[in-house]
Each structure stands twice: as structure tokens, then as C-alpha cells.
Nanobody
């Protein structure tokens, strides 16, 4: 069974940094074939980062990295803003022809999703 598990969320101050982790089991993560999304209260789900793309709201502030030995991909956001408050999801295995709305409300062609981790940024 494929599972993606996000960790590292929590409450942080604006201006600080936060590193989220996405660890896979039953599946080998390809750092070039995964992404991070987020959904803030009352807002649409948006792309945060893939290796080749980023959301405009995190331009210049979000870095993605891959630890193959740990089968984990990380997302670092710095400096944090209050608008970064959201539930963050990792996703993997983009599948052509499957673009659509996922159970968490995100539109994507990624096949596998984690359950999400809450990030709350206070000013």
C-alpha cells in the first residue's frame, strides 16, 4: 500500500522558517515527480512547489529537496508570512490524462496524496 505522510507542521512566527517532510512507504519517491500543495481556510487549493514550478505566492521563498535514502522530500519556506497559514499536502506520481479534483479539493494529476499537515503562521 502506498502512503505519503507529511510532518513538520505546527505554529510558527512570521519571519521564521519551517521545513515540512513528506515520507513515502510502499513507493519510491522521485524528487522530480512530486509536489507540495496547500489549502488555506476559505481559499482554493494551490500549488506551492514542484522541482520545476512554484506558486506565485511563494516565489523566492520555497525550496524543495529530496533525500533518496530516507525516501523523503522536504519543503522549506522562509521567510514565513501569515498568508502561509494552510494545510500542506504532498503529492507524487503525476499521471498523464488524470487531471481532476482530488478528495482534498486540489486539482492535479498526481496519483498519491498525503493527509496534510497544518501550518499556522502568527504575526
Amino acid at each position: 500500500e502506498v502512503q505519503l505522510v507529511e510532518s513538520g507542521g505546527g505554529s510558527v512566527k512570521a519571519g521564521g522558517s519551517l521545513r515540512l517532510a513528506c515520507t513515502a512507504s510502499g513507493f519510491t519517491l522521485d524528487g522530480d515527480d512530486m509536489g507540495w500543495y496547500r489549502q488555506a481556510p476559505g481559499k482554493e487549493c494551490e500549488l506551492v512547489r514542484t522541482y520545476r514550478a512554484y506558486g506565485n505566492s511563494v516565489k523566492g521563498r520555497a525550496t524543495i529537496s529530496h533525500d533518496a535514502a530516507e525516501n523523503t522530500v522536504y519543503l522549506l519556506i522562509a521567510p514565513l508570512k501569515s498568508d502561509d497559514t494552510a494545510v500542506y499536502y504532498c503529492a507524487a506520481a503525476e499521471t498523464p490524462g488524470t487531471w481532476g479534483r482530488r478528495a482534498n479539493g486540489c486539482y492535479s494529476a498526481f496519483a498519491y496524496w498525503g493527509q496534510g499537515t497544518q501550518v499556522t503562521v502568527s504575526s
